[in-house]
């Protein structure tokens, strides 16, 4: 169910009244989760089971681990084993339950049939993993089996194949007859191997919880319902904004306060988003798709403005989701996070980063970069750590060498602009302007590989964009005047003019040109580029 | 990083509001002059675009092939009609698929009747019952209370995919037209996506005349497809990149073109059905009480009936030479029950016989003589006489 659709509008139409009807009881938490289950059901029923597990274990991997003391004590093991000699009931049953689970698991595994078999025995190690937990009632443990879980699953899903194709494209190559098996032959009773939307969201999200609870930052949360509506909140569970525990579960711990403010925030903020998916993104998506799809058919200026009609394109899709969950979101009355602010007028790579994407960027900085040591053990390091979390934050889009490549170029860009940050010509005589220029231009340059469908297919767009005919691109002139609007718009938003801009006539024709021009011109459209990922 | 903090107070016991980028942010008053203006744009564009754009037609006009789905400018051309107008609806045999518009069945009614434009060709190309309950129900009501003249074309129940029952999925004209969630029809596949849109446009007219202006002034596209299309060359040529949109707008329904080489006595299309080498057709003629299509028909008159509109159904004439002689019988059977019906509903009913083989160019479509041929034999008949004079 996409957000610019009209069963979403139904969707709303249904959730929203009953949600306010059931303020004053305790049922608008359990209609929230069945909101938004149902939202996530809609695109695929068998998948609900992947987040429900992936919450239900979380839950409980936190509520175990509250159990555990937070200094680690030396353990007598045998005792525990021959005894059942634990500091707490809990952990003892958890051991209990574990062991005999894991026995079950494996003995089901053996009789049952074929098809469960690596479903089965994944759970038995996980389960295994438990009962170790349980034993050492460490909590480090209950971490290590979260991270192995919700890791797991994304890996599974989403790099499984393309670590497969690649194995074995090099086993190949070394002549070594053995071959990886094919995801989709490990899924049980043979349903089909897809990847669930949004999945990297929602297990990053719930990571964030336990990872957050284990350092002490979080409390642990004891309403199920509250968790299992904080990993599937439906505004943002497809493509984020990826929230932390401590911003939004205490927003579930009671109705909101309903007020007028935000109703009309809410729908502004929808209206902007849908304006951006529909008459902009969708848009540039016709363009995009035609030179992508076929760059040897167009000349260098084509490819060149195709790339960032593509800058624009992700930077509509993606910002307009966003502003739509937040506005859906705002109107019940949850604030959710900024997750991208103007990141088009950075002047650097660093900055970029702090407004492209948000949710996203800190969470690979608190949960990648600063455990990895962040900038505090030298500038040698500080790259190394910069290197190795844009390499994974470039995986995360995707299982594909293209990303890999997108992931390392900004690596690379945003270690060169700190360099160059640090020399006083740099900060103190390079115009604004062209440090703007030059991000947006880096930046539009990285897009070619996660555009591309293949690393031969950008190697090719890099070839041509620089030694190809000089075509006319045929571009239209009204999707360049839209997109100069827009950039016209974001660079006043940030000058002295701006409050002109925030003056009501301006707001108020700025809203009726939006829903005329929907009205007159949007053209239906596709998912959300993010749902990919 | 140039963040605006929220202006609103922030609660102790919850987060802050986030900051809110771009400015584009109403309050309610100001939501509410937003949502005036553009209820009088949206209310009164439509309304004050049938005074600026010319919408010429004569009196054998009919909606030109191209603007078959401009459904809102089809309401608009039935708003247009006197109330002494008979109206003819039904698909392309009322419309005239090979034929001009001087040699249609509405052009020889009005010749015949010595009143000329006083039978008005109402027809769309591509119709089908399914789709002609639609026009008529939503569409439609600027004929309420009139003569109406149905034509109903046997041939969409001339098998189970002519009666959209097939299960496998069909695409059909005027889907937009048809039922979209009951009752079901087996072959139309469109996602809840599709069919909620065309619920909303039914009911929204500003979306209709959008749709007029697509199909008007953008040859059928929503203006950024028209923007990006291609040309239809080997490479991509984009003629419309650079060409301003509301140039485009003419403030002029487009006409027929004048000369149509696919209709008419000098199209190759023109000539007897026996001449372009099909032999006879086997029809598996679907049962009245199981055709979807027939009983779209029957709602169709039952709608009328309801709007006091002053019904007359032509049942035919389809191309019996066209039929495998073991057809014959079984569809006389379903004429037959066709006739029944309208009779114990009082429904006025003309089931003109066949015409000569070579006045058919299809199962279904007469040449420009056999639709000559066709008027006059209405003429003659006791039946359309009593209904045409009853005004």
């Known amino acids: ?76 093991v045998l005792a525990r084993i021959t005894r059942l000699q634990f500091d707490e009931r809990v952990l003892k049953f958890a051991f209990l339950g574990a062991a005999a689970g894991t026995a079950g698991i494996l003995l089901a595994a053996f009789l049952g049939p074929k098809t469960l078999r690596p479903t089965l025995a994944a759970l038995a190690l996980l389960v295994c993993l438990m009962a170790l937990g349980a034993l050492f009632s460490s909590r480090r443990i209950w971490l290590l089996i979260s991270l192995v879980n919700n890791l797991a699953l994304l890996l599974f899903f989403k790099y499984a194949r393309f670590v497969a194709e690649n194995v074995n494209e090099l086993l190949n190559w070394c002549h070594v007859a053995f071959r990886l098996p094919d995801p989709s032959t490990l899924m049980p009773f043979g349903f089909e191997y897809l990847l669930p939307v949004g999945i990297s969201f929602f297990t990053f999200q719930s990571l964030s919880y336990t990872i957050d609870f284990y350092l002490g930052k979080v409390e642990r949360e004891r309403n199920f319902l509250r968790f299992a509506t904080f990993v599937c909140f439906f505004p943002q569970l497809m493509a984020g904004p990826i929230e932390r525990a401590r911003h939004l579960l205490p927003q579930f711990h009671r109705f909101p306060e309903i007020r007028l403010q935000n109703f009309t925030d809410g729908v502004s903020l929808f209206l902007v988003g849908l304006f951006k998916k529909l008459a902009l993104a969708n848009y540039l998506s016709y363009y995009v798709e035609r030179v992508y799809e076929n760059p040897k058919a167009y000349g260098a200026p084509a490819l060149f403005l195709g790339t960032v009609a593509f800058g624009w394109q992700i930077f509509f899709d993606f910002s307009g989701y966003t502003d739509m969950a937040r506005g859906v979101a705002k109107v019940m009355g949850f604030n959710l996070i900024l997750n991208f602010n103007n990141p088009y007028l950075s002047t650097g ?102 555009r591309a469908g293949s690393l031969s297919d950008a190697w090719l767009i890099v070839q041509r964009i620089f030694s190809a005919a000089w075509h006319d691109p045929r571009m239209p002139a009204l999707m360049l005047g839209l997109v100069a609007l ?48 | 990083m140039a963040e605006e903090r929220s202006r609103t107070s922030q609660k102790a016991a919850g987060p802050p509001d986030p900051p809110f980028v771009n400015e584009v942010r109403l309050s309610a008053r100001q939501w509410l002059a937003a949502a005036g203006i553009l209820a009088v744009c949206l209310a009164l564009t439509p309304t004050l675009w049938k005074r600026g754009e010319r919408f010429e037609t004569g009196d054998d006009y009919r909606i030109p092939y191209a603007l078959s789905k401009d459904y809102w400018l089809y309401e608009w051309r039935l708003e247009r009609l006197a109330p002494t107008n008979t109206v003819l609806v039904g698909d392309s045999v009322v419309w ?33 019952p399914l789709a002609l309950e639609g026009l008529m129900r939503w569409y439609g009501d600027p004929v309420r209370h009139g003569k109406v003249l149905v034509h109903c074309n046997l041939l969409w129940m001339s098998s189970p995919k002519a009666d959209l029952q097939t299960d496998k999925e069909e695409r059909f004209n005027h889907a ?28 929204f007219t500003f979306s209709q005349w959008a749709t007029h202006l697509q199909n008007a002034c953008f040859e059928q596209k929503d203006i950024p497809h028209w923007t990006l299309d291609d040309g239809g060359g080997d490479s991509p040529q984009y003629p419309n990149a650079y060409k301003n949109p509301l140039a ?32 006879t057709t086997h029809f598996e003629w679907v049962e009245l009480n199981r055709s979807l299509q027939w009983s779209a028909f029957q709602r169709v008159v039952e709608l009328l009936q309801s709007r006091g509109n002053d019904v007359l159904v032509v049942v035919g004439p389809f191309n019996e030479h066209i039929m495998a002689d073991e057809n014959r019988t079984v569809f006389r059977q379903l004429r037959d029950g066709v006739c029944a019906w309208l009779e114990s509903h009082h429904v006025a009913f003309v089931a003109p016989e066949t015409l000569p083989s070579q006045l058919y160019a299809d199962a279904s479509h007469p040449v420009t003589e056999g639709y000559e041929l066709l008027a006059r034999r209405l003429h003659e008949d006791a039946a359309f006489r009593k209904w045409n004079n009853g005004r």
Not at chain 1, 55 to 75: K, N, Q, S, Y
Request: glycine share 8%; net charge positive.
């Open chain 1, 349 to 450: 790579l660093g900055e970029f980063w702090t407004r492209w994407h948000i949710g996203l960027s800190s969470w690979f900085r608190d949960y990648v970069y600063i455990p990895l040591g962040g900038n505090r053990h030298g500038t040698a390091r500080m790259y190394f750590n910069l290197f190795v979390t844009f390499f994974i934050s470039g995986i995360w889009h995707g299982a594909n060498w293209t990303f890999v490549i997108w992931g390392t170029l900004h690596a690379l860009g945003v270690m060169i602009t700190r360099e160059l940050e640090r020399s006083d010509f740099y900060r103190t005589r390079v115009p604004r302007l062209a440090k703007q220029l030059a991000v947006f231009v880096f930046v539009t340059f990285t897009w070619i590989f996660f």
């Open chain 1, 486 to 533: 827009v950039w016209l718009y974001q660079f006043l938003y940030e000058s002295r003019l701006r409050p002109l801009l925030a003056s009501a006539p301006v707001r108020i024709g700025v809203v009726v040109f939006m829903v005329l021009y929907l009205c007159l011109c949007a053209s239906g459209g596709g998912a959300f580029i993010y749902f990919q990922f």
């Open chain 2, 248 to 279: 485009q707008i003419t403030l002029t329904v487009p006409s027929e073109p004048a000369v149509d080489p696919e209709r008419g006595p000098k199209s190759p299309r023109h000539k007897p059905w026996s001449t372009t080498g099909k032999g």
């Open chain 2, 176 to 203: 937009d037209l048809v039922p979209q969630f009951s009752p079901r029809i087996p072959c139309y596949k469109a996602n809840l996506e599709h069919r909620l849109a065309v619920l909303v446009e039914r009911h």
């Open chain 2, 96 to 128: 005239g698929e090979y034929v001009l518009p001087t040699g249609t069945l509405s052009h020889f009614l009005n010749a015949q009747s010595g009143h000329p434009g006083a039978f008005v060709n109402a027809g769309v190309n591509g119709l089908f």
């Open chain 1, 1 to 76: 169910m996409l957000f610019h659709t009209w069963p979403f509008f139904c969707f709303l139409l249904l959730v929203l009244p009953v949600y306010f009807a059931l303020r004053k009881t305790r049922l608008w938490l359990p209609w929230l989760t069945l909101a938004s289950y149902f939202f996530y059901g809609w695109w695929n029923p068998y998948y609900l089971f992947l987040v429900a597990y992936s919450t239900l274990l979380d839950f409980c991997l936190v509520a175990l681990m509250d159990h555990c003391p937070r200094e680690g004590r030396a353990v007598n």
